[in-house]
């Protein structure tokens, strides 16, 4: 049983049913799980800001930089594993915001806007989510079950 | 369990002395590099860390480093003032006991990468670095390793003035504790002869505008800083992001929104490089 680290601005897929996908320290980034129960693939997200037009080269090199970039490669990905887009269960995490976050600070909502539209144009449903308030998070998607839990930065273990 | 605080800071170890002399050597601009050398290595702990972060690519050195002759000649004085300040405070993050973090590393990782910050933004809005505010901003959460045991004592009741009354997790130190991390770490500062403006940077990161109508950007660069690396994940524990934004912090600058997230790219970029001075808590 593995343990795969996923990055900041990095996705991991898996179809090993004993492996774990696991990012930490998800603040304002935003933490995508998809998961096809019955192909038992799935792919975890960590992306760190809503739109790659802020910058078109990093997006080439590191496109799970972005939500605009990521989402769809995410996807593309699990498909080329043998998922298929109705099967797939989505969750999602992270968004964080300091505190009073005045509209200069919203990066955190920048980026749940950004998904959600995303999800919306591509009539993707978010099955469950723990998003927004102020702590940072660690995201683990097991590949055997599609189990995803949160761990927040107070130490509340919860599945979602 | 203030005074207890307060009266701990008398026991806090020195400062290396060493990282003060070098500092005011290396200023001068006649100095000779073997009496440097003789220095740096006079300090067995600062030059085994000196070594381990030299060929970091961060420092962005062309030369393979094997040496401390090697790093004065190569590094460049900018980078050698950053490391010798990074090698001589790293010894203050080791024993790092919960509270707010569980592992050292955390804490250490989190104020490498406030400093690493604060120079992308320096580069931004002073188009230079500079090595005080990379100094206050290394050193900006110092009080959290010495408040760790009793914030640990006390964080159900900090958490709960957070979760159910609003307030800041610096606010529910203050009311717990009597005192919070960015105030203790004043403190400390002071304990060590810190220079003003660096001691500033430390004591006000959370709230520069207390500082009043000096005009130091430092405790304001220290702060944006924080803020960020929180943002980006790279935080400082327990208390997550639950810290007041400033608006005034970015219309000081004039940075917009976009300023902040291209900062955070070029930040990520050498977080990623400076493994090598993650490592050496």
Redesign the interface.
Known sequence: MADIIVS??DLKLGNRADDTLIT??????IGISIYDPQAKVGGLLHY??PDST??AQ?AQGQPA?FADTGIPLLFKSCYRLGAEKKRLIVKVAGG?????????????Q?NITAMRKIFWKNNVMIEAEDTGL???RTMRLELATGKVTIK????IIKEI | MLEKIIQSVDSIPAFPLVVHKIMLLITREDYVVTDLVKLIEYDQSITANILKMSNSAYFGSRHKIKTIHDAVVYLGQQNLIHIVQTAGASRFYRKVSGGYVSHAHDLWKHSVAVAIMSQVLAQKVLQRVDPTLYAAALLHDIGKVFLGEYVRDSLPKIEELVEQNGYSFLEGEKEILGIDHAELGGMIALHWNFPEETREGIAYHHQPRSLGSKESLIPWLVYLSDQLCMMVGVDGGVDGLAYRGLEESLTRFNLRGKDLEKSIITFHDLLLEAEDVLNIV
């Open positions: 900041i601005a930490f320290a998800l603040g304002s980034c760190m800001l802020l910058d990093k930089m964080a915001s300091i505190l009073d976050d005045a509209q200069f600070f919203r990066i955190g920048k102020n702590h940072n927040s930065s107070i130490g």
